[in-house]
């Protein structure tokens, strides 16, 4: 194991580097990756005896968030009671991070999925594992799971409950019968309520979407990097609509889209925002295993987002006014959006695939003992609430707060939350 110790004023941190086995299944095979965590604790706290709290990043494919001065927030707060470790998840930041460069050397589109495959919620439970095993001698952590690292936390419980002391979960609890079909049904659904809300606040701003998807269909403009702009993608922009701030940062954006009234030329600043924000070139991975986190032995994903899409015509993109997507991914954007073209291939193979073992078992979850504290968002956009809280009710030793007070990103907004999440296990 590597070890370094980067300088970051009023935090103390340690970086690590772990090799661990690339298929859990295959742990002789001698194929392995490297995994990255930050340990960070309160200046002269390295030596003490603190318990840890490792983090859980959403995603998929997202590495855990890099740490400062000023937060995030939540950060600040837990390192008051914990050492935190910020795990990459495996694929991402600097654990074995994936590219486009890996796909491409793959021949074989079976074998770029496989190796895919290697990557999903077992196999970043396998590696959190080893990590509290050969790292940390074996301690029972606590740990805190945002959005997708809710899944995360209930894969966890089901397969190695014994290595967690406490679960906190914001935004992030998954039907624990994975149907992606339902999950996009009522995803959709939800995307329209918020887009509501978005032109209901701000009316000029659905005529300005009405005029860029005109100006597109007209122009075929391209985006600096030279992927097209289509009004799918300028649908996809919707994805900002979920979060606490997102509706004005939607809105800030409309509002330079054409370079004056006559809306005759796209802005190029438009056109940067708009390739940064839909292209994927941070979190790639996040494209290719979305669906499949609603994957499971009994069914296929095959595209559910879009199949779903597909039987509500206010989507398409024809239809005025323009509905804006959110977080489904769509089998255009392996076509069009340069940095996921190399995924294509062994993406459609993945998508066509069943599990071999199920990410929660419901059996393991009802008999749980391991304390769990769980904000569930009642207005999600990305994590249906209904779903949340029937799984909630289905799993032991579980305590949930839900409220509309925030969106799905309430932890980055508010560190009260976490606290709040700590003190309903104390007081129980």
């Given at each position: 194991?590597?070890?370094?110790?980067?300088?970051?004023?009023?935090?103390?941190?340690?970086?690590?580097?772990?090799?661990?086995?690339?298929?859990?299944?295959?742990?002789?095979?001698?194929?392995?990756?490297?995994?990255?965590?930050?340990?960070?604790?309160?200046?002269?706290?390295?030596?003490?005896?603190?318990?840890?709290?490792?983090?859980?990043?959403?995603?998929?494919?997202?590495?855990?968030?890099?740490?400062?001065?000023?937060?995030?927030?939540?950060?600040?707060?837990?390192?008051?009671?914990?050492?935190?470790?910020?795990?990459?998840?495996?694929?991402?930041?600097?654990?074995?991070?994936?590219?486009?460069?890996?796909?491409?050397?793959?021949?074989?589109?079976?074998?770029?999925?496989?190796?895919?495959?290697?990557?999903?919620?077992?196999?970043?439970?396998?590696?959190?594992?080893?990590?509290?095993?050969?790292?940390?001698?074996?301690?029972?952590?606590?740990?805190?799971?945002?959005?997708?690292?809710?899944?995360?936390?209930?894969?966890?419980?089901?397969?190695?409950?014994?290595?967690?002391?406490?679960?906190?979960?914001?935004?992030?609890?998954?039907?624990?019968?994975?149907?992606?079909?339902?999950?996009?049904?009522?995803?959709?659904?939800?995307?329209?309520?918020?887009?509501?809300?978005?032109?209901?606040?701000?009316?000029?701003?659905?005529?300005?979407?009405?005029?860029?998807?005109?100006?597109?269909?007209?122009?075929?403009?391209?985006?600096?990097?030279?992927?097209?702009?289509?009004?799918?993608?300028?649908?996809?922009?919707?994805?900002?609509?979920?979060?606490?701030?997102?509706?004005?940062?939607?809105?800030?954006?409309?509002?330079?889209?054409?370079?004056?009234?006559?809306?005759?030329?796209?802005?190029?600043?438009?056109?940067?925002?708009?390739?940064?924000?839909?292209?994927?070139?941070?979190?790639?991975?996040?494209?290719?295993?979305?669906?499949?986190?609603?994957?499971?032995?009994?069914?296929?994903?095959?595209?559910?987002?879009?199949?779903?899409?597909?039987?509500l015509p206010e989507f398409s993109p024809s239809h005025r006014p323009l509905q804006l997507g959110g977080e489904m991914i769509h089998p255009w954007m392996f076509d069009e959006i340069s940095v996921l073209k190399p995924f294509r291939d062994a993406v459609h193979c993945l998508a066509q695939r069943r599990l071999a073992k199920p990410f929660y078992d419901p059996q393991q979850l009802a008999a749980n003992e391991v304390p769990v504290a769980a904000l569930i968002y009642f207005d999600d956009m990305y994590v249906d609430a209904s779903l949340s809280l029937a799984s909630a009710e289905a799993i032991g030793n579980l305590q949930y707060w839900v409220t509309n007070e925030y969106e799905h990103d309430g932890l980055r907004q508010?560190?009260?939350?976490?606290?709040?999440?700590?003190?309903?296990?104390?007081?129980?």
């Amino acid at each position: 194991m590597k070890a370094q110790q980067p300088s970051v004023p009023g935090l103390d941190i340690i970086d690590h580097s772990i090799e661990v086995p690339l298929n859990w299944s295959q742990p002789d095979s001698g194929k392995t990756i490297e995994v990255f965590f930050r340990e960070v604790c309160q200046p002269g706290n390295r030596d003490s005896e603190l318990p840890l709290l490792v983090f859980l990043q959403g995603g998929p494919g997202g590495k855990s968030p890099r740490p400062t001065s000023a937060g995030p927030g939540w950060l600040l707060e837990a390192i008051k009671h914990f050492r935190v470790i910020l795990p990459d998840q495996r694929g991402t930041g600097r654990s074995s991070r994936i590219t486009g460069e890996t796909m491409a050397a793959f021949a074989d589109p079976e074998q770029g999925a496989d190796y895919l495959a290697c990557f999903n919620t077992h196999a970043i439970v396998a590696d959190l594992e080893h990590i509290r095993q050969q790292v940390y001698g074996g301690v029972r952590w606590h740990s805190l799971g945002q959005s997708y690292g809710g899944f995360l936390t209930l894969s966890y419980l089901s397969s190695a409950p014994q290595g967690l002391e406490k679960c906190y979960i914001t935004g992030g609890i998954p039907g624990l019968t994975p149907d992606a079909d339902e999950v996009y049904r009522l995803t959709w659904r939800r995307v329209q309520r918020k887009m509501s809300a978005f032109v209901a606040r701000y009316p000029e701003d659905g005529q300005t979407l009405n005029a860029i998807a005109d100006y597109i269909a007209r122009h075929q403009p391209t985006l600096p990097n030279g992927d097209p702009l289509t009004i799918p993608r300028l649908q996809s922009l919707g994805l900002l609509l979920g979060m606490g701030d997102g509706f004005e940062r939607l809105h800030w954006l409309l509002e330079e889209a054409f370079n004056d009234d006559s809306q005759q030329s796209l802005n190029h600043h438009f056109l940067c925002d708009v390739m940064a924000l839909t292209g994927f070139d941070e979190n790639p991975l996040y494209a290719a295993l979305h669906e499949h986190i609603y994957a499971s032995p009994d069914t296929i994903c095959d595209w559910a987002a879009e199949r779903q899409r597909l039987q509500l015509p206010e989507f398409s993109p024809s239809h005025r006014p323009l509905q804006l997507g959110g977080e489904m991914i769509h089998p255009w954007m392996f076509d069009e959006i340069s940095v996921l073209k190399p995924f294509r291939d062994a993406v459609h193979c993945l998508a066509q695939r069943r599990l071999a073992k199920p990410f929660y078992d419901p059996q393991q979850l009802a008999a749980n003992e391991v304390p769990v504290a769980a904000l569930i968002y009642f207005d999600d956009m990305y994590v249906d609430a209904s779903l949340s809280l029937a799984s909630a009710e289905a799993i032991g030793n579980l305590q949930y707060w839900v409220t509309n007070e925030y969106e799905h990103d309430g932890l980055r907004q508010d560190p009260s939350v976490f606290t709040r999440l700590m003190a309903m296990i104390e007081e129980a």
